[in-house]
């Protein structure tokens, strides 16, 4: 418990430093950083790309439809968003929700790795193609690496990276879903938990149109 209560106590101390961060140009648009939320002490993290439109305005990750997504499938394996940790690559909005820019991700990586140093989990699924390549050091894209763990040192220690697709990429493709909770289903064995139970029967999760903000293509 008193290790438990260290790394919650160093998140919130890095979370406070991280707030007033001016590393890149994103400081003079966003209305607030989006640091991550959870536990911190998850064995689990997931990576996405960077905040949306309601994740600036709220502060926390993944709240829009996206957001609403990752919960049901969390909650289709058993988990919920109190026991992982979620955060993005960069933390501040890009202006109109565009993709991030090269000198945006080198200016926030550091963050991400000092995360990954306080939390220590032993498996990080990244969401789509930013975090993918930025935690694999590797070219290839999360159409070609999706669902396949590999091997990586992050923060000083062994991880298993498994590489999934963005939430946003499934919410209007059925087919996209389907993968989406395939690699899922892999997530407790991996976790080396007892499997999780059987999918539902309703369809996950139906999106309200229309399209509030576009889905950016960067995510495949
Ligand atoms: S995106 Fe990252 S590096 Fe840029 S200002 Fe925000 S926290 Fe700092």
Redesign the pocket.
């Known amino acids: 418990m008193a290790a438990a209560t260290d790394a919650h106590l160093s998140l919130i101390a890095y979370g406070d430093v991280?707030a007033g961060?001016?590393?890149?140009a994103?400081?003079r648009t966003?209305t607030q950083?989006v640091f991550g939320s959870g536990s911190p002490t998850a064995d689990l993290m997931f990576v996405g790309e960077a905040p949306g439109f309601h994740e600036d305005k709220q502060g926390v990750p993944f709240v829009g439809a996206a957001g609403k997504l990752l919960g049901k499938l969390l909650e289709g394996i058993g988990l919920t968003r109190d026991e992982v940790w979620i955060c993005n690559v960069?933390?501040?909005r890009p202006p109109g929700n565009r993709d991030p820019l090269p000198d945006?991700i080198e200016?926030?990586e550091p963050?991400l790795w000092r995360q990954i140093e306080l939390i220590q989990p032993t498996l990080i699924a990244t969401l789509g193609n930013f975090a993918t390549k930025l935690l694999s050091g590797k070219p290839a894209g999360i159409t070609q690496v999706h669902g396949r763990p590999q091997q990586v040192v992050l923060g000083g220690n062994a991880v298993t990276l498994y590489p999934i697709f963005h939430p946003a990429a499934a919410l209007y493709t059925p087919r996209m879903l389907q993968v989406l909770e395939e690699d899922f289903r892999r997530i407790p064995d991996l976790l080396g938990r007892p499997a999780a139970p059987p999918p539902p029967t309703a369809p996950l999760y139906v999106p309200d149109p229309p399209v509030e903000h576009p889905v950016q293509l960067g995510l495949f």
């Open positions: 991280v961060c001016e590393r890149c994103l400081a966003r950083v960069l933390k501040c945006e200016a926030c963050h």
